[in-house]
T-cell receptor, first 112, second 115 residues
């Protein structure tokens, strides 16, 4: 079955530490790939997206993600986390229908 | 660009009542999407419009749910005979010409509580 998996429900890191959030997809073809962030009381905001080309994608707020076709993964990374990064992060995919399918999300907690 | 606007922000209703939510997309965005998000889950696709045409509906959208976008601008989502399982955040989003041409802009949602 087609799916988007975020294996980590909850991650806690110290401020200044590096971060990697995992995302795997299961589709017949390579979908379009996205990462969104949802802060409490805020709407979902697009961090970055991958359609084709360079497999390392830069996004807003210092985030980047790397597409690995062999692993069907699109992991989100940040070298140094800030307290304001605490939020819920969603990986999403879209096929040709332009319909976004979201993963279940990873809640990031940042300790000072 | 005033963003995607959703009203009301919160709605509490008794089981069996009908509710209607409104979404005003960003002007000139011809695609409008409805999603539902329950606690601890990612948003689930419900339906989307290109202009006034409803192009796809999820199997999650039972007969009690109906969405319209009569003039290709704002959209309404109606739930008839609400059930407690309908309690969720209902999100609206819009984009211009599809995901390849620009990001999907989300509203802050309407939180529905069915008692």
């Amino acid at each position: 079955a087609q799916s988007v998996t975020q294996p980590d429900i909850h991650i806690t890191v110290s401020e200044g530490a590096s971060l990697e959030l995992r995302c795997n997809y299961s589709y017949g073809a390579t979908p379009y790939l996205f990462w969104y962030v949802q802060s409490p009381g805020q709407g979902l905001q697009l961090l970055l997206k991958y359609f084709s080309g360079d497999t390392l994608v830069q996004g807003i707020k210092g985030f980047e993600a790397e597409f690995k076709r062999s692993q069907s993964s699109f992991n989100l990374r940040k070298p140094s986390v800030h307290w304001s990064d605490a939020a819920e992060y969603f990986c999403a995919v879209a096929l040709n229908t332009d319909k976004l399918i979201f993963g279940t999300g990873t809640r990031l907690q940042v300790f000072p | 660009d005033t963003g995607v606007s959703q009203n009301p922000r919160h709605k509490i209703t008794k089981r069996g009542q009908n509710v209607t939510f409104r979404c005003d997309p960003i002007s000139e965005h011809n695609r409008l999407y409805w999603y539902r998000q329950t606690l601890g889950q990612g948003p689930e696709f419900l339906t989307y419009f290109q202009n006034e045409a409803q192009l796809e509906k999820s199997r999650l959208l039972s007969d009690r749910f109906s969405a319209e976008r009569p003039k290709g601008s704002f959209s309404t989502l109606e739930i008839q005979r609400t059930e407690q399982g309908d309690s969720a955040m209902y999100l609206c989003a819009s984009t211009r010409e599809g995901l390849r041409n620009g990001p999907l802009h989300f509203g802050n949602g309407t939180r529905l509580t069915v008692t």
